[in-house]
């Protein structure tokens, strides 16, 4: 080859370019870009606040601040809610155990020395721990938002509780099951206020 011919490099660039015969292939188009984005930059921001220089106004900046402060609120909210509901779910669910252990120590089988005694009594222990608490005992008064009664003897002038079939729970201050009673007068009171 002599010096007059082209050498197959520039035939193929030469050939690719078409009839535009004066196109320059850079070596390195990406140093180029990072030269000319060096350039730029060193020259400083735009003293006129172009684009250069993100500009949000502090308005937005503060509100959006508020929206992500309140987002984390609510998901604390939502997160402390959802166990909540679901502790509430468990326990609804162990309560028909609670109402067969409280039928066997009734019945006798729950006595000292039952090997069923020492469990019955973990588990009341640790649901207990957890909030949940009985209520709906002989002497009560009768609420009907707490009692559900399935007999009624007297007058009801003052209803109390008679006998209690199925006990009430609470979960913390939240009514998870109403106390299945019978309800009575009280047996009126001998000499304590009367006698003037």
Do not use: C, W
């Amino acid at each position: 080859m002599t010096s007059s011919e082209p050498t197959p490099d520039a035939a193929t660039a030469a050939g690719s370019a078409g009839p535009d015969e004066n196109v320059t292939v850079p070596a390195d188009p990406l140093a180029e870009a990072f030269a000319a984005d060096a350039a730029t930059s060193a020259a400083g921001p735009a003293p006129d606040g172009g684009p250069d220089e993100p500009t949000v106004p502090l308005a937005d900046l503060q509100r959006l601040q508020a929206d992500f402060t309140n987002f984390r609120r609510r998901a604390a909210k939502e997160k402390e809610s959802a166990a909540a509901f679901g502790k509430q779910i468990l326990l609804e669910k162990l309560l028909p155990v609670l109402d067969d252990l409280d039928r066997a120590r009734a019945h006798g089988d729950l006595g000292e020395g039952s090997p069923l005694r020492g469990v019955a009594d973990k588990l009341a222990e640790t649901l207990t721990a957890q909030g949940l608490s009985p209520f709906g005992a002989p002497g009560e008064p009768f609420d009907a938002d707490l009692h559900e009664a399935v007999q009624h003897d007297g007058d009801g002038a003052s209803p109390v509780i008679g006998a209690v079939y199925r006990s009430g729970y609470r979960l913390g201050e939240r009514v998870i099951r109403t106390a299945m009673v019978t309800v009575t007068d009280p047996a009126p009171e001998t000499g304590a206020g009367q006698g003037d």
